[in-house]
C-alpha cells in the first residue's frame, strides 16, 4: 500500500542557483545543461536561477521539459515597494517559486508569518511554491527540530487553499557545509514533515506532496537520499552551478524512479 502510494509521487530535482551567475554565466549554464537534461523525462527538473536572468532562461528553455523557477516573491501584488517582485511579474516567467529559505528567514528577518503572505501570493498568481523548512544548528542540539518544524509549517501553510505546493526540508547545519544529513537522520524529520501535513491539510494530499531533502546534496550522496520512502527528490545548491554535477544528480535520480 506505501510502495503503491510512493509511487504516484514524482522525483523532482530542483536547483537553487542562489545569488551566483551575471547574465553572461547563466546563459552558459544553462546551455551546458538544457539538452541533456531535457531528456530526462522520468524527473522533474527544476532551476532556479536569478531574477535578472529569468526572461532570457524562459527563452532558452522554450519547448523543452526543463522549469523555472524564481528563488522569492514579495506578497503583494504592485504598489510602492521599490526592489521587490511580485507574483503577477513572474506568473509569466516561471512556473516555481522558492518561499522561505533558511537564507531569506535569516539575513532578511522572514518570519512564518511573511512566508505564509508569499506562500498565498504564489498560488494567487499560479505559481508552485516550493516552501523550505528546517532547523538550525542551535535548534539541532537542543533537541528542539520537531517543534521548530512543526511552527514553520502550522504558521506557513495557514489558511491556504490549495495544496499544491512542495516543501523542502533544509537543515541549516547542511546547507553550503558539505556536511548532507544521513539519509536516516532526513527521512525521520520528512515523515515528521509529512504527517504534519497530513494534519494541515488531509492524508490524500500529504501523500501526493513532493518533499525534497536540501543541504549539501552531491552525486555521491543522492541516492542515499532517495531511497528513503519519504523523499522525493533535492533542492541542489552548490552542486546545481556545475553541470556535470547536477546532470549526475538528476540521472541518478532518474534511475532511482519508482
Ligand atoms: O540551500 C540549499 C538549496 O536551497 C542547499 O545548498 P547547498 O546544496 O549548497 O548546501
Not at 553572461?24 to 549554464?29: K, M, S
Not at 532578511?108 to 504564489?122: G, L, Q, T
Not at 499544491?164 to 537543515?171: F, G, I, K
Request: aromatic share 6%; proline share 3%.
Amino acid at each position: 500500500m506505501v510502495l503503491e502510494i510512493m509511487s504516484q509521487r514524482i522525483r523532482v530535482i530542483a536547483g537553487n542557483w542562489k545569488m551566483n551567475t551575471v547574465l553572461d554565466e547563466a546563459v552558459e549554464l544553462v546551455n551546458g545543461l538544457r539538452y541533456e537534461l531535457d531528456e530526462i523525462d522520468t524527473v522533474e527538473k527544476i532551476i532556479c536561477p536569478p531574477f535578472i536572468s529569468l526572461a532570457k532562461i524562459k527563452e532558452l528553455l522554450q519547448g523543452t521539459s526543463i522549469r523555472l523557477g524564481a528563488q522569492d516573491l514579495f506578497y503583494e501584488d504592485k504598489g510602492a515597494y521599490t526592489g521587490e517582485i511580485s507574483g503577477s511579474m513572474l506568473s509569466d516567467l516561471c512556473q516555481y517559486v522558492i518561499v522561505g529559505h533558511s537564507e531569506r528567514r535569516a539575513y532578511f528577518n522572514e518570519v512564518d508569518e511573511i512566508v505564509n503572505r508569499k506562500m498565498k501570493a504564489a498560488l494567487r498568481h499560479g505559481l508552485k511554491p516550493i516552501m523550505c523548512v528546517g532547523e538550525n544548528l542551535k535548534q539541532n542540539e537542543s533537541g528542539t527540530s520537531e517543534s521548530v518544524i512543526s511552527e514553520q509549517l502550522r504558521v506557513g501553510l495557514s489558511g491556504l487553499t490549495s495544496s499544491n505546493l512542495m516543501v523542502a526540508y533544509e537543515p541549516v547545519w547542511a546547507i553550503g557545509t558539505g556536511k548532507a544529513a544521513t539519509g536516516t537522520y532526513a527521512q525521520k524529520m520528512m515523515a515528521f514533515i509529512r504527517r504534519q501535513i497530513a494534519e494541515i491539510f488531509t492524508e490524500t494530499a500529504a501523500n501526493e506532496l513532493p518533499i525534497l531533502y536540501g543541504g549539501s546534496v552531491n552525486p555521491e550522496n543522492i541516492l542515499e537520499m532517495l531511497a528513503e520512502p519519504d523523499i522525493d527528490g533535492a533542492l541542489v545548491g552548490g552542486a546545481s552551478l556545475k553541470p556535470g554535477l547536477f546532470l549526475s544528480i538528476v540521472r541518478q535520480a532518474a534511475k532511482s524512479s519508482c
